[in-house]
């Protein structure tokens, strides 16, 4: 019989994100980069913004022996520090001289949801490529000015959403292709974190940070579900409960598409639940536990109940892929370029969702 300090260990939860990457990046720490992620030639890339995530991008590339070339931030000596911690070669006073300067490829925003737009539109029209974190915009219609700017422009652009880059996704995705599973009829995913009322001006309820359930965490199950259906969900039904801030907090949506196939989602930045994906096919189902960056997923067999599991890419190098894609796409990578179509669907559906529980954002008035 397991003791109480044995059953508790035993029914830990999952780490954190925070926790969970840095736990990622210990244990790769001792092991070779692989030689298959960066195939395509090198771009010189600089960061805008200096949080979490930048550090995390500027953490995942030192693993694979590289250095960002540039950072621009709001604040100088954050800006200035981060480029001390991550051997950054410039620090720009302005947003305007990185998008000036020539030896800049690609940039990476990683700044708040609501900021986006404004950077794309400047990075863009100065012939950069970008790399755009999660949500890549507020709405479909800043999506569609992004993406006719770098078309004007000739450069490209793409989502930053681990779950359009990780290998896992693409195996298990070039299997289903291939007819392995049967028809995908039904996908149920679910996301829930814990975050306090305590701070509702913090980036989670602050509606003036973009803040709410959908653009943080429901632009992932949203794009899980997506890799695998046929076609956009056209038909959509929900009910939300708002926070006192009015963005929303808790979530449960179904969505159908002309196939017929189903998603059913429930989120919520009140109520943690595990990060779970369900992929029901006629003749398997796939479940993929912490998703968004998922390096590992099951496959159970629906005639005789075998559990085959499938390993795929590691989630430490989670950001890697991103740069890697991008990179990819600009030496014409045809099926890598199609990964901004998916995340249109996925925002064309946050959008409809929003608005249908009257969400809306201070830019959006």
């Not at 690609?106 to 970008?130: D, E, M, Q, S």
């Not at 429930?266 to 912490?290: G, N, V, W």
Request: net charge negative; glycine share 6%; proline share 3%.
């Amino acid at each position: 019989m397991a003791t109480t300090a044995e059953a508790s260990h035993q029914t830990a939860a999952p780490l954190d994100a925070a926790a969970a990457a840095q736990a990622a990046f210990a244990a790769v720490a001792d092991k070779p980069f692989p030689t298959d992620i960066f195939t395509a030639p090198e771009l010189r890339w600089a960061v805008i913004g200096c949080g979490v995530i930048a550090n995390q991008m500027a953490a995942s590339l030192a693993l694979a022996g590289r250095t960002l070339a540039g950072v621009a931030n709001r604040t100088r000596s954050k800006a200035e520090a981060f480029a001390a911690a991550h051997h950054v070669e410039r620090v720009y006073d302005t947003f305007e001289e990185l998008y000036a300067d020539p030896s800049i490829d690609a940039i990476y925003i990683t700044t708040p949801h609501n900021t986006h737009i404004t950077y794309l539109r400047g990075a863009l029209a100065a012939g950069k490529h970008v790399l755009c974190e999660k949500s890549i915009t507020l709405n479909s219609a800043e999506l569609a000015e992004a993406r006719a700017i770098a078309a004007e422009h000739h450069v490209q652009l793409m989502d930053a959403t681990t779950i359009l880059h990780m290998p896992l996704y693409h195996e298990l995705r070039r299997r289903a292709a291939a007819g392995e599973f049967g028809q995908m009829n039904l996908a149920q995913v679910n996301f829930g974190s814990y975050k306090e009322y305590g701070d509702l001006t913090n980036r989670f309820y602050n509606p003036k940070l973009a803040g709410g359930a959908m653009l943080d965490i429901g632009v992932y199950a949203l794009s899980a579900a997506r890799l695998f259906m046929a076609s956009q969900p056209t038909e959509i039904v929900s009910l939300a409960n708002l926070a006192s801030t009015g963005v929303d907090q808790t979530s449960g949506f179904v969505m159908r598409n002309a196939e017929g196939q189903l998603g059913v989602f429930s989120l919520s930045l009140h109520s943690k639940q595990p990060k779970r994906a369900m992929i029901s096919f006629d003749t398997c189902y796939l479940e993929i536990e912490s998703y968004p960056r998922a390096d590992k997923a099951k496959i159970v067999w629906t005639a005789d109940g075998r559990v085959e599991e499938v390993s795929a890419g590691e989630e430490a190098y989670a950001l890697c892929y991103e740069i890697a894609d991008l990179e990819a796409v600009v030496a014409g990578d045809a099926d890598r370029a199609k990964l901004i179509d998916y995340a249109a669907d996925v925002m064309d559906i946050m959008t409809k969702l929003r608005a249908d529980w009257g969400v809306v954002y201070p830019e959006e008035r």
